[in-house]
C-alpha cells in the first residue's frame, strides 16, 4: 500500500484512489527506463501518485498542463470549479493550486511542471520516457493528438497508461478508448492492467 504525504481527498481531481495506486505501482516498475511525463495534472492528484513512485527510485516527473482547464472545466459546464476560476483574467487557472499541492508533497524537486499545451512541448521534445500518463484534453481531437505526440517516446518495456476508458458510450466520452483501441491495433503495445477507467500498455 502507498503511503501518501498528504489528504489525498482534500487534494481537487477527478482520480479514483485506485486507479492512484495502479499508476504508482506502475511508474515504480519503469525507474531503470527513463523519466515519466503526464498530459493532464489539473490540481496534482494524479501528479502525487506518479511522482512519489519517481521520488522513490530518483527518477523524474514531467508534468505538462496549460492549468486553463479542458472543454468540461469551463463556466457553465458539468467539470466548472469557481474556485480555480480567475475572474479578473477571465480564466481558469489551476496552477497555483496544483502548485501548492505538489509543495506539501514534498515532490517540488521531484515534479517538473510544464505550464503549456501539449502540443506546444511535443513538437521538440527529444528524450526518451519510461511512462506516458494521457490525461488531457477528452476530444477526439485532442486525445489523439497527445497520443501521436507522447506514446513514440517510450522506450521498449515502458508504459502508456490513459484515463477516463468507457467501454459503455452512455457512461462517457469515447475519445481515450478510441486511442487505446489505436495502440492495441498498432502492435507495438499490450495490455497489462486496467482499474476502473484506467488503463495501463506496455510498449513491447
Ligand atoms: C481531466 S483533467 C486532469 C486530471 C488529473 N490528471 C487528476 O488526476 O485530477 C485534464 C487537464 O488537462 C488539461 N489540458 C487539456 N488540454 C490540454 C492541452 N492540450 N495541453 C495541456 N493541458 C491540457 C486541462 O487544463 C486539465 O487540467
Redesign the pocket.
Known amino acids: 500500500m502507498i503511503k501518501l504525504p498528504i489528504e489525498i481527498n482534500a487534494v481537487k481531481?477527478?482520480?479514483h484512489p485506485e486507479e492512484g495506486e495502479i499508476l504508482y505501482r506502475s511508474c515504480l516498475e519503469i525507474a531503470s527506463l527513463g523519466p515519466a511525463l503526464?498530459?493532464?495534472?489539473?490540481?496534482g492528484?494524479?501528479t502525487i501518485y506518479l511522482g512519489l513512485a519517481c521520488l522513490e527510485n530518483n527518477n523524474t516527473l514531467y508534468a505538462?498542463?496549460?492549468?486553463?482547464?479542458?472543454e468540461e472545466?469551463q463556466p457553465g459546464e458539468g467539470y466548472h470549479d469557481k474556485e480555480l476560476f480567475d475572474v479578473k483574467r477571465n480564466q481558469m487557472d489551476?496552477f497555483s493550486e496544483f502548485r501548492k499541492n505538489i509543495e506539501m508533497a514534498g515532490l517540488s524537486d521531484t515534479v517538473i511542471p510544464i505550464v503549456s499545451?501539449?502540443?506546444a512541448v511535443a513538437r521538440n521534445w527529444v528524450g526518451p520516457l519510461g511512462m506516458v500518463f494521457i490525461?488531457?484534453?477528452h476530444s477526439m481531437e485532442?486525445a489523439l493528438k497527445d497520443y501521436r505526440s507522447w506514446s513514440c517516446h517510450l522506450r521498449k518495456g515502458g508504459f502508456l497508461a490513459i484515463?477516463d476508458i468507457f467501454l459503455d458510450p452512455s457512461e462517457g466520452g469515447q475519445a481515450p478508448h478510441e486511442i487505446m483501441k489505436l495502440a492495441l491495433s498498432s502492435g507495438l503495445f499490450v495490455e497489462i492492467r486496467r482499474v476502473r477507467t484506467l488503463v495501463v500498455l506496455e510498449r513491447i
Open positions: 481531481g477527478f482520480l503526464e498530459v493532464g495534472s489539473y490540481c492528484k494524479s505538462i498542463d496549460h492549468h486553463r482547464g479542458s472545466h489551476s499545451s501539449s502540443e490525461d488531457g484534453g485532442a484515463h
